[in-house]
């Protein structure tokens, strides 16, 4: 790849970078250079660019007894980049209810919103298999903004991981919307969910233990 040729690329690179960075978590150059076709050096070129605009970290990772490896990350910053459903005045409007109404009235709104997205997401539960569902499942938070990626960690146990959460702001303030997001996803699998991380808490995604449940002899 010539200059000329890579500066074209610079916008969309640099877009690249923090999608992966945003999937990944925590990335090193090389790791970036060998999933985008590109050279390391031109990697660091793009990384210096995002550095200066306070859009990635750099930090240092001992990784297996060696010496410590540089790994990048997204800033807070960053963040704000990527899909967001609500915004400070969604948070103003749920504080001035609450101040209003009180805690229970609360409870009772976000209980009805679970209700309104167990109607939207009832196809999910026509899979057979668990993993039928939990495809379902993946792809419609996925087209919500949630950057979803699904594995298979061994017979009937899967890890369902968030990259991105679109009401983070919210969910950072009222935990209500983890613990319905919680309910809903354990009903609509009709499996065992159990939350590993979460951005809410500072985690770098949302990830859940999915497993089938165990029929009682």
């Excluded at 060696?66 to 910053?77: C, E, F, H, T, W």
């Excluded at 101040?99 to 539960?125: I, W, Y």
């Excluded at 303030?173 to 354990?186: G, H, S």
């Amino acid at each position: 790849m010539n200059a000329r040729t890579d500066e074209a690329r610079q916008p969309s690179t640099r877009r690249d970078i923090l999608i992966l960075l945003k999937i990944n978590g925590l990335l090193t150059v090389q790791d970036m250079a060998d999933r985008l076709g590109l050279t390391g050096m031109a990697v660091r070129r793009h990384l210096l660019a995002l550095q200066k605009e306070r859009y990635v970290r750099l930090k240092f990772e001992r990784r297996k007894a060696r010496k410590p490896v540089a790994v990048y990350r997204l800033s807070d910053a960053a963040e704000e980049l990527f899909p967001n459903q609500y915004d400070g005045l969604t948070l103003e409007l749920l504080d001035s209810i609450r101040d209003t109404f009180g805690e229970t009235f609360l409870d009772e709104l976000f209980a009805k919103r679970t209700e309104k997205l167990r109607n939207e997401f009832r196809s999910v539960q026509t899979g057979c298999r668990l993993e039928e569902r939990l495809t379902a499942l993946a792809r419609i938070q996925d087209d919500l903004g949630y950057m979803v990626k699904l594995e298979k960690a061994g017979k009937g146990i899967y890890i369902l991981e968030e990259a991105n959460c679109p009401v983070s702001r919210v969910a950072s303030r009222y935990r209500q919307v983890c613990q319905c997001e919680l309910e809903l996803f354990a009903e609509l699998l009709d499996a065992d969910v159990k939350r590993m991380e979460c951005m809410a808490d500072g985690g770098a995604a949302c990830r859940y233990l999915v497993c089938e449940k165990r029929v009682n002899a």
